[in-house]
């Protein structure tokens, strides 16, 4: 199986053969508790951190991004709990 892909601005497609995970690294479907749907999007996070860590650089999923999305979560879920709207402008004023 194979694909075509134009990009805009561009004359040539890019063909090229379709490659599934599981043909890829077949090693994967014989790992006790590995999450086949979830494998994929892991290996990328990885050599994306470790390439970030060679050319020091920042990762596309790194430490203060991850930070603002839990807190946010997390907030927001104490907000429903309680009850109570949770301002950003309210919490900085009142350090």
């Given at each position: ?49 470790l390439d970030a860590i060679?050319?020091?650089g920042r990762p596309v ?35």
């Amino acid at each position: 199986m194979s694909y075509d892909f134009t990009p805009q601005g561009k004359v040539e497609p890019i063909h090229k053969d379709v490659v599934y995970e599981k043909e890829k690294y077949p090693e994967d479907v014989n790992e006790k508790g590995i999450e086949l749907n979830a494998a994929p999007a892991t290996r990328l996070h990885m050599l994306n951190f470790l390439d970030a860590i060679t050319t020091k650089g920042r990762p596309v999923a790194d430490i203060e991004e991850g930070h603002i999305s839990t807190a946010s979560c997390i907030l927001a879920n104490i907000s429903m709990q309680t009850g109570r709207p949770w301002s950003m402008i309210r919490a900085n004023a009142s350090s």
